[in-house]
């Protein structure tokens, strides 16, 4: 699934997941990981792609995220282009913790 | 209900030692994510759209209160309060954290209960029918064989690594209510003219992109015959079931691509070269696993009871919950009670931990501690005496679990399509939200009576659309998402795939077009027809005009 190698068209961000606990994140202009995606770095610069892709290979290497790849990213909207990622932005359209105000009971 | 012996206690207990040692070592770095991801799900741990999804077995729908009330525990301390009943009757916890995955595996095994097998090409969980044990109409318990099968492809070696995943159901009557005819194997229980008791086969039935319903593979086969008949289907399906293609690698396409016959000689075959007698199991032990599920100490009662009825014609809510959410029990004086996960505001199958809480305390008071949970993602509470279905149903309004809509439009199956599920193309349960609402008057529920609607967020099926009376696919095309059609399918033992109506539709102009359906089948339905008898009186064609007629 995970296709790190960029081969994608127009700005670009990198996604993943965090290992531990699971929720998506996206790197960020500080080249740390963002579980929010108006956080993500989107760029066209194919020398800092390539440092992002250094730094998503590193970030998996040191088991901190899993699943790491490029998404293509509108330039209008700065929304990702793909749908399904659309989606993984905006978190669940319907969740029954978020109806009823339900959370973790730590 | 079936208690673990020394061994499934060993077996579970041995595998949370196991799993939670892979944890730390993918963690510190030892596993690499390409090893542990096999791991993982093996333990019915997968990683969806957002987050880490944990799928818990529940053997042929089958759960104490104990567990009930550890599901809830595990809802409120590692998860977001909530589970999500599946279509294959298992648990699944949208949101726990791959750190506490250990803990909740132990809490699993101490109550008898785990995630393995709910994944990856082995044997999944075997489901039967909610009503086992309750129904009249059955020739016996269905859950001993389901039992029996469940352990016997319980880290079956042989069977660990088939060409794709292998769903078993079993029912033990003439009304399926397991959909048998749309599993890897469907097994009924029958008997024949000898008034002996065995298994008619089915092989070769499933949903997914190529829905195919199954053929009978042995009309009948006697009861000691089972496992080593099963381990020559299995075998011959793992010699030959196609691993160079995903797509294919199905029984049934196997069994399609070889015919039914050539393929009943080849497990024929197979058989002749077994020694059933090191595979079947000895009567005693099959007795000892049937005494699990003994009938609990039922009451003698007469049939009729004063106070329930009485209640009907009092209550007018309670009379039309019960004609809707109940069933005819075996035993006089009793009753089976479904419980809706179908509110109009919630998605189909989510139960709050509260909720689970509440179901668990009312089936220690009121149903022998026995709950199960369905295919149709409702809950049962398999026997409760008449005189308590008013008590029950009171302390279920308190919880918000006495929706009225068993069988009806508003009862649609969904599965979590594209909010959380990472293969979707489309969502689903708005889309099941939105067609609950228009059609929310339950008077008018109940005017157009019985209905399935199924829903699937993609091509595989889980949401069971091809066997809808509606069925509804989510698709994508250039982001949007859009809804296609298929009209005619039936899940029951009279089990058909619908057809696809035509281009598809947006939700909106969606929900638009089966209101018109409906609107057509009011109109011109003969007697108690239900929807689908209708449409396979008159064929396609006027319903698909109906549907497009804007
Ligand atoms: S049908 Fe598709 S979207 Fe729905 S749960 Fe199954 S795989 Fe996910």
Known sequence: MSTLKHKGKGPQSLTANELR??????????????????????????????????????????????????IDVEPDTGLPVRYREKFRVKGPSYDTADELGLQKVK | MYRYDEFDHEVVQSRVKQFTAQVERRLDGRLTEAQFRPLRLMNGLYLQLHAYMLRVAVPYGTLSSKQMRQLAMIADKYDRGYGHITTRQNVQFNWPELTDVPDILQDLADVEMHGFQTSGNCIRNVTSDPYAGATAEEIEDPRPTAELLRQWSTLHPEFAFLPRKFKIAVVASKTDRAVIRAHDIGIEIVKNEAGEVGYHIIVGGGLGRTPIIGQTLRAFLPREELLPYLEATLRVYNRYGRRDNKYKARIKILVTETGIEEFTKQVEDEYATLEPLDIAVSPEEVARITAYFADPEFEKLPAHNDSYKAKLLDDKDFALWAENNLAEHKQDGYAIVNISLKPLDLAPGDITAEQMRAVADLADEYSFSEIRTTHQQNIVLPHVKKSDLYALYEELKKVKLAADNIGLISDIICCPGMDFCALATARSIPVSQAIAQRFSDPARQRAIGEMQIKISGCINACGHHHVGHIGILGLEKAGVEFYQVKLGGDASENAAVGKVTGPGFSQEELVDGIERLVDYYLEVREDEERFIDSFNRLGMAPFKEALYAA
């Open chain 1, 21 to 70: 606990e699971g929720m998506n994140v996206w790197l960020t202009e500080d080249f740390n990981w963002s579980r929010k995606y108006s956080d993500a770095l989107q760029t066209e610069d194919e020398s800092v792609i390539e440092k992002m892709q250094v730094k998503g290979e590193a970030d998996e290497n040191e088991n901190l995220v899993v699943g790491v790849y490029f």
